[in-house]
T-cell receptor, first 117, second 113 residues
């Protein structure tokens, strides 16, 4: 069965420093996608970055990069140069080729990131 | 920036009332989804749709129902609200393709008294 695990319920980082949020996943499907979303206190889910299982290079989007280690089944999010506005809940999610349920996203438990000034 | 909208953003309502949560997207996406999220917890899929006239239940049992008469519109209805329905409801959409990114609306926070 597919599963996403985020083992850090809460993280603190100093402003302008880098931070890594951990995510491990489990799936038997060789084709899958990994996503990170940011959820501020206002509640909306903001898409940050995507990594496909066959992508050779780690995904990057501005200050966000995804450290994809396929053999270890990990997809950690790295945020460089943290800003106060980065304080939010971060969710790792996975989607695979199991077409049951329309390609639903399976979410981890989330990590609450607090950026200190 | 995704163009997906939800109304209302917040709703406080009494037990037994019928409510409809609205979700609209202007991206022409065929697939739409409803997720339920309790505070501080992960999201769980409750309904999804492949396109017009298609609706399916997700893996989390829900007493709500959905309809998809138009591509852009995917409302969720609770015939008789109960305190156990108190939660946040998030609507999402994606293009065709099995690994397409899902874009979310701002969510509706529902409180049933």
């Amino acid at each position: 069965a597919q599963k996403i695990t985020q083992t850090q319920p809460g993280m603190f980082v100093q402003e302008k420093e880098a931070v890594t949020l951990d995510c491990t996943y489990d799936t038997s499907d060789p084709s899958y996608g990994l996503f990170w979303y940011k959820q501020p206190s206002s509640g909306e889910m903001i898409f940050l970055i995507y990594q496909g299982s066959y992508d050779q290079q780690n995904a990057t989007e501005g200050r966000y990069s995804l450290n994809f280690q396929k053999a270890r089944k990990s997809a950690n999010l790295v945020i460089s140069a943290s800003q106060l506005g980065d304080s939010a809940m971060y969710f790792c999610a996975m989607r695979d080729f199991d077409y049951n349920q329309g390609g639903k996203l399976i979410f981890g438990q989330g990590t609450e990131l607090s950026v200190k000034p | 920036e995704a163009d997906i909208y939800q109304t209302p953003r917040y709703l406080v309502i009494g037990t037994g009332k019928k409510i409809t949560l609205e979700c609209s997207q202007t991206m022409g996406h065929d697939k739409m989804y409803w997720y339920q999220q309790d505070p501080g917890m992960e999201l769980h899929l409750i309904h999804y749709s492949y396109g017009v006239n298609s609706t399916e239940k997700g893996d989390l049992s829900s007493e709500s129902t959905v309809s998809r008469i138009r591509t852009e519109h995917f409302p969720l209805t609770l015939e008789s609200a109960r305190p156990s329905h108190t939660s946040q409801y998030l609507c999402a959409s994606s293009d065709q393709g099995l690994l397409e990114t899902q874009y979310f609306g701002p969510g509706t926070r529902l409180l049933v008294l």
